[in-house]
């Protein structure tokens, strides 16, 4: 494995500002829906299709070119065979609204890494309307971006949420509660794996109003319900065996979130189980990617205290409130579960 820094990387690290925004602009001016229905087209023909002039196209598609986003035969290009999977409108596993909540929210902020490091606090959080200290709690004064956010978690629950599905921990729930489950697409997911599991969407009044609709959308409103209100002070559902935390524990810090897991576990029955279900950062600290890029956004954006924790940190949590914990459960895309015993 090659492990020292190369001129051509350290100058992506350097200008990967530019890197997003050639790769944001292939996605808003439909360069990659454009070669995944007519693959194979010059650079000329891709300007006349998306409505730009010959220099600035050649200025875009070098870019790309350059990024192996797309690829080049003479005078002609054609997507990656990962961009044609995730970078195209019509595929069901695109990542298009993953990419708007990076340009809306988390690029604008990312200016203030540095004095987030320097004050511990996440300064970042100055670009969006409202008093709130974290960003999800100033939403509802920012519809647009509350849109931009709620898609981006919509679309990463899609993405991983039909491997968590799979898991065989699920047969043996019947009452779950999805504790910060969003629009309710982890808990439909889940509930159409499972036809003998009901969900419980324990979130924000916002939330559960904007999941009410999708679930009645899934026709699933027997079996899915939601739960107002916030899950550090109020009561949580009656009648539970267990709680899902999904892409929760990165937002707070360790302390907060042994508590919250404290305060799941006084919910439970004994033998009730909760399940952390997360990006996982390596033990080593070192990686993987996903979760070294995406931690500073829960410092200098989110709350200011989070980021992306390691399994054996996750583990500890789960020790400090009280839980047995199996054994880990790896999933794609840097995803895992650890579940925890009452």
């Known amino acids: 494995m090659k492990e020292d820094l190369d001129f051509d990387v350290l100058v992506l690290i350097a200008c990967g500002h530019t890197a997003?925004?050639?790769?944001?602009?292939?996605?808003?001016?439909?360069?990659?829906?454009?070669?995944?229905?007519?693959?194979?087209?010059?650079r000329d023909e891709i300007a006349a299709k998306i409505g730009l002039k010959s220099q600035p196209a050649r200025i875009l598609m070098t870019g790309l070119a350059a990024l192996k986003l797309v690829q080049k035969d003479g005078a002609r290009f054609r997507n990656a065979p990962i961009v044609e999977r995730l970078l195209v409108r019509e595929s069901?596993?695109?990542?298009?609204?993953?990419?708007?909540?990076?340009?809306?929210?988390?690029?604008?902020?990312?200016?203030?890494?540095?004095?987030?490091?320097?004050?511990?606090?996440?300064?970042?959080?100055?670009?969006?309307?409202?008093?709130?200290?974290?960003?999800?709690?100033?939403?509802?004064?920012n519809p647009?971006?509350?849109?931009?956010f709620h898609d981006a978690m919509s679309?990463?629950?899609?993405?991983?949420?039909?491997?968590?599905?799979?898991?065989?921990?699920?047969?043996?729930?019947?009452h779950l509660v999805d504790a910060g489950g969003g629009d309710g697409t982890n808990?439909?997911?889940?509930?159409?794996?499972?036809?003998?599991?009901?969900?419980?969407?324990?979130?924000?009044?916002?939330?559960?109003?904007?999941?009410?609709?999708?679930?009645?959308?899934?026709?699933?409103?027997?079996?899915?319900?939601?739960?107002?209100g916030d899950f550090f002070i109020d009561p949580f559902p009656k009648d539970i065996d267990a709680v899902i935390f999904g892409h929760m524990m990165t937002i707070w810090s360790p302390e907060r979130d042994a508590a919250l897991l404290q305060r799941a576990r006084e919910a439970l029955p004994a033998g009730g189980r909760v399940l952390v279900f997360n990006m996982m950062g390596d033990d080593d600290e070192v990686g993987p990617m996903s979760a070294a890029l995406g931690s500073p956004y829960f410092l200098t954006t989110a709350t200011g205290e989070g980021m992306m924790y390691s399994w054996k940190e996750h583990e500890s949590f789960l020790a400090a409130a009280g839980f047995r914990q199996t054994e880990r459960l790896v999933l794609p895309k840097d995803h895992g579960v650890l579940v925890g015993i009452k």
């Not at 001016?29 to 087209?41: A, I, Q, R, W």
């Not at 647009?144 to 931009?148: D, E, G, L, T, Y």
């Not at 990463?156 to 043996?172: M, T, Y």
């Not at 599991?197 to 009410?212: N, P, R, S, W, Y």
Request: aromatic residues 8%; neutral net charge; contains cysteine.
């Open 187 to 228: 808990a439909i997911t889940l509930a159409q794996a499972h036809p003998n599991l009901k969900v419980t969407i324990f979130d924000g009044e916002t939330a559960c109003e904007m999941a009410k609709k999708k679930i009645a959308k899934a026709g699933l409103s027997a079996r899915i319900d939601t739960h107002p």
């Open 20 to 42: 997003f925004q050639l790769l944001w602009a292939g996605v808003q001016l439909e360069v990659f829906d454009t070669l995944s229905k007519t693959p194979n087209l010059t």
């Open 92 to 141: 069901p596993d695109n990542m298009i609204d993953v990419l708007g909540w990076q340009a809306h929210i988390v690029y604008p902020t990312a200016v203030d890494l540095v004095d987030s490091l320097k004050q511990f606090k996440n300064v970042g959080l100055r670009h969006f309307k409202g008093d709130a200290d974290n960003i999800y709690h100033r939403l509802p004064h």
């Open 144 to 148: 647009f971006i509350a849109k931009v």
């Open 155 to 174: 679309s990463l629950s899609r993405s991983a949420n039909a491997d968590l599905a799979k898991l065989p921990v699920f047969d043996e729930i019947k």
